[in-house]
């Protein structure tokens, strides 16, 4: 699903008041916002592993049965996890995706997990706040990086966005506009995009 019309809401909003985003959660989470006020619930099926209990403890299965039991889940969720994302770990999330309009949750213990065949669209965000240019190799660089390759792991069907935000234009010197060029050309199908305060409205 193209969501570019609503990451452009976001790093317009990102424009007009740079000094009201802090933390990368912050951003992530307006996405998220601006997504599910234009998207219809997903229907939601679920299974869980909280079938039984040790010495007096009641069966607490009855609390689980609760959380699968709710019949719709909104389309963008943050901070998202599952067994087969392929991320090398079942620890490691995403930290926005889009569901289909049809979810299938796996509770396990407490943790919710999802299938990737459930995802449309993930999304990684970085802000970089106090680095002033994007040099290659560097600890930023890699960072995006490492998000840019978790999205090219993830199956084809789905569309894949790295945003990065900064407080500074990062791509000011020949040499940083190669390394943002070199982020862009890093995974198939990753679409990434770099915003900062004097964007111009519309650009990436």
């Known amino acids: ?74 389309r963008a969720h943050c901070e998202v996890s599952g067994t087969n994302f392929g991320l090398g770990s079942s620890q490691m999330k995403l930290d926005l995706v889009l569901f289909d309009e049809e979810v299938h949750l796996s509770l396990e213990g407490g943790s919710k997990k999802f299938r990737a065949e459930d995802l449309v669209t993930a999304v990684e965000v970085k802000f970089i706040k106090n680095a002033k240019y994007l040099r290659e190799d560097s600890k930023r660089f890699n960072l995006i990086a490492d998000d840019i390759d978790r999205l090219a792991g993830l199956p084809d069907y789905v569309d894949t966005y790295c945003l990065a935000f900064g407080n500074f234009d990062l791509t000011r010197r020949p040499d940083t506009e190669e390394a943002l060029t070199s982020l862009q050309q890093r995974g198939e199908g990753v679409e990434v995009r770099h915003t900062h305060p004097r964007s111009s409205e519309g650009s990436n």
């Open 1 to 74: 699903m193209d969501i570019s019309p609503s990451i452009d809401r976001l790093e317009r909003r990102f424009v007009e008041r740079p000094a009201n985003y802090l933390v990368e959660a912050e951003l992530t989470f307006e996405l998220k916002e601006i997504l599910n006020d234009q998207l219809q619930p997903a229907r939601l099926s679920g299974t869980h592993d909280s079938g039984g209990s040790r010495g007096d403890i009641p069966n607490h299965s009855e609390y689980a049965d609760a959380v699968i039991s709710t019949e719709s889940i909104d």
